[in-house]
């Protein structure tokens, strides 16, 4: 079966989580919108009224008759699929809680740019901003990253978030230690110093052969000041 | 098997969703923080060092041997024991998706009196806590709300968001339409217009049976200034 994942064309934006499964499972998958005329696609799916079950939002992802929205969603469906989540009850949910978690922090990540209103540019609300972001550098990134710190801990000897294999969690994780570094190279400098296993693990994330031939391709998009993660050096003092 | 339920004991807040679900279900569960010794019990979970895997916040539910974390996470857990979701995995997605675009309604609803930082009490952020009130109520939750009167409407008969039975899904937006309608009575006034659908599913949650007598009992806590639906009169003009 070939996936077909619809998301905004020029951005890693939600849909990079998505792409990071993807990649690691090998699996057979077309980005919908960053092809000729994909876009008209993608937004006939969004608010076409033909729709029986629309998205809210993209990214989401057509796997055979299903469409599938919401970023956890969609990881939860192919981890099940692609042996990037436990088989068991139990460690499903509990990969499904992290990477809940790791919603929460993006959206967070997100809203240090945007904290009056998606609808506006960052130039008008960059007073703000700055509250919003010491916030999140002085107590947010410590309280999320210390968590998965001493999630890893808690983990037998630390390479994996749940149990011995790899899971669309880990490579979840990676993809925010990655953004954070663009977004706030200066402050993650100082807060990783605490965290030996988060930092340990985005390395051996990246060095994965699947994720290195991805990440050294055309198809892993540059982070931008377009996206969630954006490096504003006003931000990052 | 009698649950376990952990929150804050003096606001509805997320754990709202969890326990509109069991009762409705008719479960046997356990508000633990409200209990005498209990929130030490739940500080216990939160923090403690010989937490295997710990929920980074409440709510979570105890149900026998596993510890669940993330409202939505709990509820398709819970909709898969008590019918209170499909039973085929298309279904299964469908309804957690919703759920998850909710969540994302409610993280909004909350920022809309804490845009800058939840560490900073609201008078410490008013001023921007009106601006991205305005926005909220111009454009985010007609967005939303919107969006499931849509799912509604293509929804065969439209009185239940997903299938002909109900879920937790519908659950949530009854939960949601009360708390905005708490928070921001005028401008629901007025939003409400154009969500028949979203109404009625509202008011038939309401009438359950299961539901009436939970709403009724002291175990539904009050909204208050301290929850995520929070009424100040100046972010509703």
């Known amino acids: 079966m070939r996936y ?17 499964a993807l990649e690691e499972a090998g699996a057979d998958y077309v980005d919908v919108a960053r092809r000729s005329g994909g876009m008209r696609s993608m ?13 809210f939002a993209p990214p989401f992802l057509r796997a055979g008759k299903l469409l599938i929205g919401q970023t956890a969603n969609i990881l939860f469906y192919l981890g099940g699929r692609h042996g990037l989540a436990p088989a068991n009850e139990a460690g499903r949910l509990w990969t499904h809680q992290l990477q809940l978690t790791i919603a929460d922090l993006v959206q967070e990540a997100h809203d240090t740019h945007h904290p009056i209103a998606s609808s506006l540019y960052y130039e008008d609300q960059k007073k703000e901003a700055k509250r919003r972001a010491a916030d999140f550098l002085e107590n947010r990134v410590p309280k999320y990253l210390g968590y998965f710190e001493a999630v890893l801990a808690r983990n037998g000897q630390g390479r994996h978030l749940v149990g011995r294999r790899l899971t669309y969690a880990d490579l979840s994780l990676f993809q925010v230690v990655a953004g954070l570094r663009y977004a706030f190279p200066r402050a993650m400098e100082r807060i990783e110093k605490k965290l030996p296993r988060v930092v340990s693990l985005h390395d051996r994330v990246a060095e ?17 000041e377009q996206g969630i993660f954006r490096h504003y050096p006003e931000l990052d003092p």
């Open 208 to 224: 994965r052969p699947g994720i290195a031939a991805y990440l050294a391709s055309k198809r892993r998009l540059p982070f931008s």
């Open 4 to 20: 077909e994942l619809y998301y905004w064309p020029e951005i890693q934006g939600r849909s990079e989580f998505v792409r990071l």
């Open 43 to 55: 937004l006939r799916l969004l608010n076409g009224s033909r729709v029986e079950r629309p998205p």
